[in-house]
């Protein structure tokens, strides 16, 4: 029997929510009794918040389970849940069921006395449901996955370009206009001829966000809203045109638009403001959030500089142009939110805008805008693109994404201080859909992602461990399975991605994504079959080699073929640099390149010194290059690798060999290459370029005695 404190209501609902779980799976009633202090605990579950310590925090909980019984012991109702989350990871995976199971099984529990709090107190995921909507009931399978890996942050984005997904009762037309659109494919929609009677739509009622964020707040789970403003705005124009620069019309478009000449809202329009204030009073009345997202990215100013009134603004209130234009926007709504008791959240975009801004920031395009927002003494949320962007992003096979990328992710910036580093409040990953359709592509983007990230925010970095993860993973697919998810098949790992480099000998050591399974591998190039090489443990290769394994499960099914690609490398010769001064090189170049190899190595507009990576002081917003290039002293014979973390491209190399190409069109993401380098001086040049939207340059090293670190200009 479960012994609960029947008069608290919330501590009540945890243990309804066990006695659910084991009723589903097991098929047996809990009895659900009053907990009197004194009585006895054999052979029961006592979930109880008395007499926990008070040193615990509101997410922390201890669970003792004993030969006789279970106790889970936590100030809050919060961390009594968490601790019905790990019973349930401590039972069979069956429990996790969607009906009872027809196997025989022992429901044990081992016997441990676990104390466990969260590292971070924002642990999110993010669902677009505006390029495509999810209904109700798929938000709420999503919510539970979410519990199952303690996470308590839903973010969604409910308004777009693309679509406008939550009723507004003042304003009907942004759902009987801004929910509909053409059904037509995402990428060169552009001038297809549509069907009017193919149309794509979708919303939520009010009453439907009621039941969302119920069944959220039931499981711990906060659902954070998003709406889109200035930019991003063309759904709720095309219901209300009378909000933009120039009056429209406008219809929802299907897919993608540039949004660097896209429409916004007028800014210089005080009844756009009051609109925007009607809208956000109903939206904060549905959603009970501390903070209030109001997307705040990819803005841009080219519909007001040509508008009267936002230029009649920017003279009555005496602001630095559209910039200031926008900062005095996003100043407004903060006051206005604030005022509600709320606080305005946005993308980093929102640090352009004014200095004395009360907000906080959701860091997307790299760690340097996180440590500009704490030192502003803003509190931070971080969803990298580079490394938490679960988006449909497979490429030949291999995830822009993969599991060991996420899982390696430290969300605290380097070089913070220990007061800064108390404003980075934690992390979520973001399913951005515009090529995400249906929840059962969800499912196969973010798992077992989400489990990976849910680790990093959740425990202590010093208690990560990459391969003792894979391990537990392994039962976790069970669940899955069990829970009919349908998630991406888990790869072999180590040494699968990139090129590695060595001199004399290199360990292969091949990491099993399964408990029970094969490994068969190749090292000509050949594909893999049950009669290739059997992997029973770590070997040694002397030669390049192009490695191939993949792994069979006890069912018949195979996983993924992998690739590692091995070169051994002669030592690279230093060079004789003589009256070396400090610094790099730098030239800036204007123009609009889709690749690094298309900017022009001598035709620049202007060139100097710069002490580090970092751009030229003047450099223009968008369309730009920058070509770095001096000399890096190097320490110690051995492979060194060099990252490339950029938003657009780049290309890293030493002397005349190119080391890292990155130099293609993608968002803020790494990439790395290695190459044997002798111990001195070596040149070495960098090529960026920026198309549009975020720009970010980040280049490190590691290798010999060398911790992955960004290069120091002391080198």
């Known amino acids: 029997k479960l012994l609960v404190e029947t008069n608290n209501k919330d501590v009540r609902d945890v243990a309804k929510y066990f006695a659910d779980v084991v009723k589903t799976a097991i098929g047996y009633d809990l009895a659900i009794e009053n907990y009197k202090e004194g009585s006895s605990n054999y052979q029961t579950i006592l979930i109880t918040t008395k007499n926990a310590d008070s040193k615990l925090g509101d997410e922390e909980y201890i669970l003792e389970v ?24 401590l039972l069979p995976p069956e429990i996790y069921s969607s009906e009872k199971s027809k196997k025989s099984i022992t429901w044990s529990v081992p016997a441990v006395n676990i104390s466990d709090k969260p590292r971070f107190v924002w642990r999110g995921m993010h669902l677009d449901v505006a390029r495509h909507f999810f209904s109700k009931e798929s938000v709420k399978k999503y919510i539970d996955l979410l519990a199952i890996h303690k996470m308590n942050i839903l973010h969604l984005h409910l308004v777009d370009d693309q679509g406008w997904r939550i009723e507004i009762k003042k304003y009907p037309k942004l759902v009987e206009v801004g929910s509909r659109r053409a059904d037509l494919p995402w990428n060169g929609w552009q001038g297809k001829e549509s069907d009017e009677a193919l149309v794509y739509s979708g919303y939520y009622t009010q009453e439907d966000i009621k039941e969302m964020v119920a069944y959220a707040q039931s499981r711990f789970i906060t659902i954070l809203p998003e709406i889109e403003m200035p930019g991003h705005t063309l759904a709720a124009l095309a219901a209300y045109p009378e909000y933009s620069c120039t009056g429209g019309p406008f219809t929802v478009p299907s897919g993608g638009v540039d949004i660097w000449k896209n429409h916004t809202y007028c800014i210089g329009n005080e009844k756009t403001y009051k609109f925007l204030e009607d809208v956000l009073t109903e939206v904060m009345d549905l959603f009970p959030s501390k903070y209030i997202h109001v997307g705040g990215d990819e803005t841009t100013r080219l519909r007001w500089e040509t508008c009267s009134k936002c230029q009649a603004r920017i003279s009555k209130e005496g602001l630095d142009g559209e910039d200031g234009l926008y900062g005095y926007f996003l100043g407004r709504m903060s006051n206005f939110i604030n005022s509600k008791g709320r606080i305005l959240l946005g993308w980093d975009e929102i640090l352009e805008g004014s200095e004395s801004l009360n907000a906080a920031i959701m860091s997307w395009r790299g760690a340097d805008r996180s440590t500009k927002a704490v030192s502003r003494g803003l509190d931070v949320i971080v969803t990298p693109s580079s490394h938490l962007y679960f988006d449909d992003n497979e490429v030949g096979g291999e995830s822009r994404v993969p599991l060991e990328m996420v899982y390696s992710y430290e969300p605290v910036p380097e070089n913070i201080s220990v007061d800064e580093e108390k404003h980075i409040l934690g992390a979520q990953a973001c399913v951005w859909t515009e090529g995400v359709t249906s929840m059962e592509q969800v499912e196969q983007i973010t798992l077992p992602r989400m489990a990976a990230l849910a680790e990093v925010i959740w425990s202590d970095k010093n208690n990560r461990n990459f391969e003792n993860f894979l391990r537990r993973q392994s039962y976790h697919y069970a669940r899955f399975d069990l829970m009919k998810l349908n998630y991406r098949q888990p790869d072999l790992e180590g040494g699968f991605s990139g090129k590695h480099v060595f001199i004399d000998s290199v360990l292969v050591k091949i990491i099993k994504a399964r408990l029970n399974s094969k490994v068969h591998y190749t090292i000509d190039g050949s594909e893999p079959t049950m009669q290739s090489s059997f992997y029973d443990k770590p070997f040694h290769l002397t030669k390049s080699t192009i490695l191939k394994a993949q792994e069979y499960l006890k069912d018949g099914r195979k996983g993924r073929v992998r690739t ?152």
């Open 564 to 715: 590692g690609v091995f070169y051994k490398q002669e030592l690279r010769e230093s060079v004789d640099a003589k009256n070396i001064i400090p610094g790099l090189f730098y030239q800036y170049v204007e123009g609009k390149y889709v690749s690094a190899s298309q900017v022009p190595l001598n035709e620049y507009k202007e060139s100097g010194i710069l002490n580090s990576f970092v751009f030229p002081l003047n450099h223009r917003e968008r369309f730009f290059a920058s070509i770095y290039s001096g000399f890096i002293r190097i320490p110690n014979d051995g492979v060194y690798t060099f990252y490339c973390e950029t938003n657009d491209g780049s290309q890293l190399y030493i002397g005349n060999k190119l080391v890292v190409d990155h130099g293609d069109l993608h968002p803020a993401e790494e990439k790395d290459g290695s190459i044997a380098l002798k111990e001195g001086y070596h040149p070495i040049r960098v090529i960026y370029f920026q198309n549009a939207g975020a720009s970010f340059l980040k280049i490190s090293y590691s290798g010999t005695k060398i911790e992955k670190q960004e290069i120091p200009s002391s080198v």
């Open 66 to 89: 004993d030969n006789n019984y279970v106790i889970i012991n936590a100030p809050k109702p919060a961390g009594l849940f968490y601790g019905v989350q790990s019973l349930l990871q």
